[in-house]
Structures are given as structure tokens and as C-alpha cells.
């Protein structure tokens, strides 16, 4: 079974960073090819729920516009299931529920912002000015 967990929430005034990890485990690989996509979603008050930025196996990486620049999500190498989100220059519209999600993919498709299977249960990142 798979399972999502997100850390690193909080407070921090417009300006500030934040850096927030997922831990994805359970993972299955059922054929050659196959790997999970790790995606990190937010949503913020009043707001639907958007895909903000993306990362395959091999490190390759699709940002919505608006967090591009200032967030970069990142892999560590050694252990692929364990993904970060530096976030810098944080504004007062980012403030949202964070939630990292998990995605198997095969090697066909390429990682992005579509409907996940395997979600985290979410952390606050609250940017006030």
C-alpha cells in the first residue's frame, strides 16, 4: 500500500521561504518501466485545488507558472521517494494547504498535473504580510 506524507508547514512573512519534504512509501514497480511520478498540489482559501510543480524519476521537472523561479522541487538522489519543495519569495497568495501526491506512471507518460492516486494529507504554509 501506498502511502504520502508531507512535513515542513508553517508561518512566514511575504519574502520568506519555506521548505517542505514528502515521504512517499509501498512503492511497486509491476513492470519494466514503471516509476512514480511525485507531485506537490495546493489549495488555497476559496480556491480549487491545482498541480504546482512536478518531478520524474530521472529528475526532469514541470512548474506552474506562477511558483516558477521562486520554488524549485528537487529529488534525493539516494533515496528516490523522498522529495522536497524549497519555496522563496513567498507571497501572501501562496498561502494554502499543501499536499504531496504519488503517481505510478509506465514509460510511456510523462509526469504532470493530472488526477493522483496516493495523497499526503496535507500541510498549512501560511504567508502573511
Known amino acids: 500500500q501506498v502511502k504520502v506524507e508531507e512535513s515542513g508547514g508553517g508561518s512566514v512573512q511575504a519574502g520568506g521561504s519555506l521548505r517542505l519534504t514528502c515521504i512517499g512509501s509501498?512503492?511497486?514497480?509491476?513492470?519494466?518501466?514503471?516509476?512514480?511520478?511525485m507531485t506537490w498540489f495546493r489549495q488555497g482559501p476559496g480556491m480549487e485545488r491545482e498541480g504546482i510543480a512536478t518531478?520524474?524519476?530521472?529528475?526532469?521537472?514541470?512548474y506552474r507558472d506562477s511558483v516558477k523561479g521562486r520554488f524549485t522541487i528537487s529529488r534525493d538522489n539516494a533515496v528516490n521517494n523522498i522529495v522536497f519543495l524549497q519555496m522563496n519569495s513567498l507571497k501572501v497568495e501562496d498561502t494554502a494547504i499543501y499536499y504531496c501526491?504519488?503517481?505510478?506512471?509506465?514509460?510511456?507518460?510523462?509526469?504532470?498535473?493530472?488526477?493522483?492516486?496516493?495523497w499526503g494529507q496535507g500541510t498549512l504554509v501560511a504567508v502573511c504580510s
Open positions: 501526491a504519488a503517481q505510478r506512471v509506465g514509460p510511456a507518460v510523462r509526469c504532470g498535473f493530472f488526477e493522483h492516486d496516493n
Open positions: 509501498g512503492y511497486h514497480y509491476p513492470s519494466p518501466g514503471s516509476r512514480y511520478c
Open positions: 518531478i520524474d524519476k530521472d529528475g526532469s521537472t514541470v
